[in-house]
Structure formats: C-alpha cells, structure tokens
C-alpha cells in the first residue's frame, strides 16, 4: 500500500517539476556577417533569478573563447547585448554563441556565419528586380580638432534615444583600430573623444569613424579623418582660403605697382 502511495505521489509531481526548468530562448542577428559588422543578441530565459546576469560565451571557429559577456535581464527574463568585432575583425567561419546562468545547467546555444573576400551573402532569391530609394540617416555626425593636435571630438544628434551608440575607427588600409559606446541624452545628443596617436596610428591618410546604433542602415553614419604622423591634418577651410586670396591679392598689387614704376622711369 505504501509503495502505491509513493507511486502516486511520484506521478502527480513529476509534470510540476518538469514545467519548474528553465527555458533559454537566444538569437543572433543578422545570422550571416563581414568581418566588421555588428552581431544583436536576443533572447529570453524563464524560471531563474532575474537579478543575477545571463552569461554569453562567444566561441570562434577555431574554438578559441573571444568574449564572455554579462547583459542584465529585465523584469520578465528578457536579455539584449550587441556584439562588436574583436580587433583587428571577424575571422571567416562559424562562431557559436552560449547562454547560461548560475542557476540552471541548462545552456542555450545560436551561431553566426561570418563571409569576407568576394563572397556575397544573399539572403533570399530575388524575384524581381526593385529600385529602393536611398534613405536619408537618423545620425549626424560633427568633427571638431585643431591643427597637430591628437584630440578629435566627435559630436552629433541621433533620433533615437533608447540604444547605445558604437563607434568603430578603422585605419586606411581598413583594420580596426578602436571600438567605444556612447549613450545618447533624452535628446538624442551624443558626444565622443578619440586620442589619436601610438603604433595603431601610424598610417598615414584618412582614417573612418562609423556610427552605428542597431542594425538598419539609417542609423549608420561614417566621417573621415586626415591623420598624419598621429595628429590631426585639418581641411583647407575658408579662414585659410580667406588667407591665401589676401595674400595673392598682396602680391599682384605690389607687382603692378613695380611694373608701372619701371616703365615710368624709362
């Protein structure tokens, strides 16, 4: 009679503690990449303590372990971390990305694809051909520095106000030489300095600061920076043109006023 007992028992518990496990939802996108674009992580994990971060372990085709990242969970489990390109870039293959947390064994797992050189990633057939107008960017970017100095501020407005922005700086010849995250105000204004200058910038030639702040193409913008021997080379603005037409207008006078004193005197 007992052992029946206890059989019933097991049986009424076992769905309890069966729907008790937590669950890990994750997702990357976009699945397919180059080298220096940026990875969204998604995902949503039920069933643990929401005060303590989710764990993402990204692991590179050859095994080796880039970044462990600790994004917080909000109110219902939800979590969002967006992935940079380690330096110099992405390496071509397959990174696999694990999701854990200290209070389950279980692990959720996603992968990405990244395709450089001349491969072109298509994500669909096409069935015809659509002409897409060009959109005009939600970021604007302004560039402030002072001849020779390695002091570049970048400032700007952006439309949205809710996600962190991530500045990547790549040198001439397109390695990436420098990542940073700036949150915009409740404004959408946004503010960075970049120090210019050590062994990453000894190219000299234009260097490119990118915004970007999500994934669409809108809320992507790029500005050049002349840089050599590590410090600023500034444009040929209109103080200097100013200066140069002075200067030319100067010397045509004082050259007519010789010419005519020469033929006076003979």
Do not use: C
């Amino acid at each position: 009679m007992f052992k029946i007992i206890m059989l019933i028992l097991i049986a009424t518990l076992a769905p309890i503690s069966a729907f008790a496990e937590p669950i890990i939802e994750l997702n990357a996108n976009p699945t397919e990449i180059g080298s220096l674009d940026l990875i969204l992580v998604t995902g949503r994990i039920t069933d643990v303590s929401i005060f303590k971060p989710i764990t993402l372990t990204v692991v590179s085709p050859d095994g080796q372990i880039i970044y462990v990242l600790k994004p917080p969970l909000d109110n219902t489990g939800l979590f969002k971390k967006i992935i940079n390109p380690p330096l110099p870039k992405f390496a071509d293959g397959t990174y696999r990305i694990i999701a854990s947390h200290e209070d389950t064994k279980i692990t959720g797992q996603t992968e990405f694809t990244v395709i450089t050189g001349d491969s072109q990633i298509i994500s669909a057939p096409l069935q015809e051909t659509i002409k897409i107008e060009p959109k005009s960017s939600a970021i604007t970017l302004n560039v402030t520095s002072k001849t020779g100095d390695n002091k570049i501020t970048i400032t700007g407005v952006t439309t949205s106000s809710i996600t962190d922005i991530t500045f990547t700086v790549t040198s001439p010849n397109g390695n990436l030489i420098s990542i940073a995250q700036v949150t915009p105000d409740t404004n959408g204004k946004f503010l960075l300095e970049i120090i210019s200058g050590g062994p990453v910038w000894k190219e000299d030639g234009f260097y490119t600061v990118t915004a970007n702040q999500g994934l669409t193409s809108e809320h992507k913008q790029s500005v050049q920076i002349e840089i050599n021997n590590g410090v600023v080379v500034p444009e040929f603005g209109t103080i200097a043109l100013m200066i140069l037409a002075v200067s030319i207008l100067a010397i045509i006078t004082i050259s007519s006023k010789s010419r005519i004193g020469i033929i006076s005197k003979y």
